[in-house]
T-cell receptor, first 114, second 113 residues
């Protein structure tokens, strides 16, 4: 069975602070994909990143960075120098390597205050 | 541009009425999904379809029905049997292979009045 846990229900920070969103997953598969999505107030989920289980390199994209650690089954997401526009619900998700069955975490609501 | 269109954006329903939410995609995706999201909650899968003329129940299918007569369309009917239908409904689509993720529509907010 596959499961994704986002233990942080809500996080509130002040603009320019760094913030890390945690994601822990469970799977019996040896190969799989991990994703992060952003859901702004408009409602649509927007794809942020995909990582396959073969690649444990951390990734940085502007103010966003992702830390994938297979040993701890975690795929954490850090926003550096947060901005008000980062306020959204963020979902972590897991899918097997060979099919499109995707499991979402419960989401973390991030509020960035000016 | 390819994408998923959900309509309407806001929908009001009287108790006891059925209502149908539209989801259309032009991404040529085989698989389509319906999720329900309640305030402060995550996504719960209602129905999904991997191919035309076939669909499967998700975790919370009771009180809902779907059809998949065309590849690009996957309408969701919220029936009067759904006791608490007020929620945000999201439609998504994907290719039938791992690793591609889902593309989401902008959602329909349904309110029972």
């Amino acid at each position: 069975a596959q499961k994704v846990t986002q233990a942080q229900t809500e996080i509130s920070v002040v603009e320019k602070e760094d913030v890390t969103l945690d994601c822990v997953y469970e799977t019996r598969d040896t190969t799989y994909y991990l994703f992060w999505y952003k859901q702004p107030p408009s409602g649509e989920l927007v794809f942020l990143i995909r990582r396959n289980s073969f690649d444990e390199q951390n990734e940085i994209s502007g103010r966003y960075s992702w830390n994938f650690q297979k040993s701890t089954s975690s795929f954490n997401f850090t926003i550096t120098a947060s901005q008000v526009v980062d306020s959204a619900v963020y979902f972590c998700a897991l899918s097997p390597y060979n099919n499109n069955d995707m499991r979402f975490g419960a989401g973390t609501r991030l509020t960035v205050k000016p | 541009d390819g994408g998923i269109t959900q309509s309407p954006k806001y929908l009001f329903r009287k108790e006891g009425q059925n209502v149908t939410l539209s989801c259309e995609q032009n991404l040529n995706h085989d698989a389509m999904y319906w999720y329900r999201q309640d305030p402060g909650q995550g996504l719960r899968l209602i129905y999904y379809s991997q191919i035309v003329n076939d669909f499967q129940k998700g975790d919370i299918a009771e009180g809902y029905s779907v059809s998949r007569e065309k590849k690009e369309s996957f309408p969701l009917t919220v029936t009067s049997a759904q006791k608490n239908p007020t929620a945000f409904y999201l439609c998504a689509s994907s290719v039938p292979r791992g690793g591609y993720g889902y593309t989401f529509g902008s959602g329909t907010r349904l309110t029972v009045v």
